[in-house]
């Protein structure tokens, strides 16, 4: 087998791929053997005539030559020191994407995990989201960042990873296995949406319930007990129980799971993170900007962006094409905010985070330094009602107040306010010299857009330190952070490889 790249062709040509495969290698098009399609991106560089640009693994003729035919390399699994349990059922502390699929693993390895969260199950959980954001009546225990399915259960659904490898693949191809269409394996921005996600979500739950998995909502953990380096009994919504080992699979959001692992001595460290607003813009000058012309729409679907600035350290983050703002506080008196979209992407705003990293050397408090920077910022934006600052992007770099009223998608409410005065002077300079690099590339991207703050939570600030060989934790031999709110992940897709990849390596022994 051979993979070819760059096979290149203008969108609107239907069933242009095989043609564009035979062109490119002078064969005839009978000859064309597609064995799996490998990569599809779009190609917007040149306005009003985007293109696909497509990897596919092919069964050819080895006298072929081209500069672009390679040969192919399948991924291997890892090898790692195995993690031997005695007990069927492991502990799992969390139900996003780490969790479930480090479930999926372990069932697959002949073991029936507990898992628990301390919100509801998604069909629950949406309920008292969409209550939140009809009213500003918050559920502090479940809600945007805590629940079944996790944080990026309420976003845009995106499955984007950096780097692909055996587990990563397993993950896509599990997440079709249970519903997802099989393009997200090939597609170079493969998304599901909140409502594609939270179906696939039901499904693995129903399927580790009948493979004997126990699944407990409502379930907080509040105590750890430990001897000698090790937990010996936890509790959980006053129950106490005593597991073999602890796979802790919390989001980013899980402040006061970070304070009893400090009151147990676990070592952790403040890693970095990021912070910024939301930009939105109307999604038909997205289209018409993006892609040249409205019309391609039609065919691609609502236009997307991906945009950095390396002089700032600031980029663009989970960008919701056809979405909305949506709040995302977890715990009262703060204002957090968020992207989300539905698999059609075809509401009339879309959305993205501009966020600058926050890197260790600029925050010397300890380890909750970040943590202090995160919160102070979320209590500076909260108004009654979980009321968020609104402003004109335009107005907003040339530090002027927004007097007249914005039309946003962000609900419970909004109010007039000034981020100036609400992120420190360093953050602002940072935003506002990626804003004005971004309107260099995209034009009117400031005059266009209204910012929405703040995006504080778009990565953990604090990193549960593991042992590079075991996986398990540095200060307990029984405990195995994984995931992004342990700070080994950064989305849906490295979350659920991270879960998948250490459940993957425990085997069930004898007693």
Avoid at 114 to 137: A, N
């Amino acid at each position: 087998m051979k993979v070819l790249r760059n096979i290149r062709f203008p969108v609107e040509v239907q069933d242009g791929l095989v043609q564009a495969i035979a062109r490119k290698l002078s064969i005839p098009v009978p000859d064309v053997r597609i064995e799996r399609i490998l990569r599809r991106a779009i190609d917007t560089r040149k306005k009003n005539q985007p293109f696909y640009d497509y990897t596919v693994m092919l069964d050819v003729d080895r006298s072929i030559k081209s500069p672009d035919l390679i040969s192919h390399t399948e991924l291997s699994p890892e090898s790692y020191e195995p993690i031997a349990l005695h007990d069927s059922n492991p502990f799992i502390i969390g139900m996003g994407p780490a969790g479930l699929f480090c479930a999926l693993a372990l069932v697959e390895q002949g073991l029936t995990p507990w898992v628990f969260d301390q919100g509801d199950s998604i069909e629950l959980r949406s309920e008292r989201v969409m209550r939140f954001w009809q009213t500003g009546e918050l559920d502090a225990d479940s809600n945007v960042q805590f629940g079944e399915g996790g944080a990026g259960a309420f976003s845009d659904g995106k499955l984007t990873c950096r780097t692909r490898d055996f587990a990563t693949d397993d993950v896509f191809n599990r997440l079709v296995k249970f519903g997802a269409p099989a393009s997200i394996g090939y597609d170079a921005y493969p998304h599901l949406g909140t409502d594609g996600i939270r179906q696939i979500v039901r499904e693995i739950r129903a399927y580790l319930l009948v493979r004997g998995c126990k699944i407990f909502f409502r379930s907080k953990l509040t105590d750890i007990k430990m001897h000698n380096g090790q937990i010996k009994r936890v509790t959980i919504n006053n129950e106490n129980y005593s597991p073999e080992v602890i796979f802790l699979a919390v989001g980013n959001s899980a402040r006061s799971i970070w304070n009893l692992l400090e009151h147990n001595q676990v070592l952790m460290e403040a890693k970095p993170f990021a912070l910024g607003f939301r930009i939105e813009h109307p999604q038909d000058y997205l289209n018409r900007v993006v892609y040249g012309s409205e019309r391609w729409s039609e065919i691609l679907g609502a236009a997307t962006y991906r945009l950095t600035d390396k002089s700032s350290g600031s980029y663009t983050f989970c960008m919701c094409p056809g979405g909305e703002v949506i709040a995302a506080a977890s715990s009262a008196g703060r204002c957090v905010t968020n992207g989300m979209s539905y698999s059609r992407r075809n509401g009339h705003y879309g959305n993205s985070a501009i966020v600058t990293q926050i890197s260790n050397h600029q925050f010397r408090g300890g380890l909750y330094s970040g943590v202090d920077l995160q919160q102070q910022i979320e209590r500076s934006a909260y108004s009654k009602g979980f009321a968020v600052p609104v402003q004109r992007a335009n107005d907003y770099l040339h530090g002027i107040m927004t007097r007249a009223s914005l039309t946003t998608t962000y609900k419970p409410q909004t109010q007039p306010g000034d981020l100036n005065r609400l992120f420190p002077t360093k953050l602002n300079f940072s935003l506002k010299s990626a804003l004005q690099k971004f309107d260099q590339i995209i034009r009117g991207f400031v005059r266009e857009g209204t910012v929405i703050a703040p995006e504080t939570r778009t990565s953990s600030p604090i990193r549960i330190l593991r042992d590079q060989a075991t996986a398990r934790s540095v200060s307990c031999v029984n405990l195995y952070p994984i995931g992004e709110g342990s700070g080994y992940a950064g989305g849906i897709i490295s979350s659920a490889a991270d879960g998948y990849r250490i459940g993957k390596r425990c085997i069930k022994t004898s007693a």
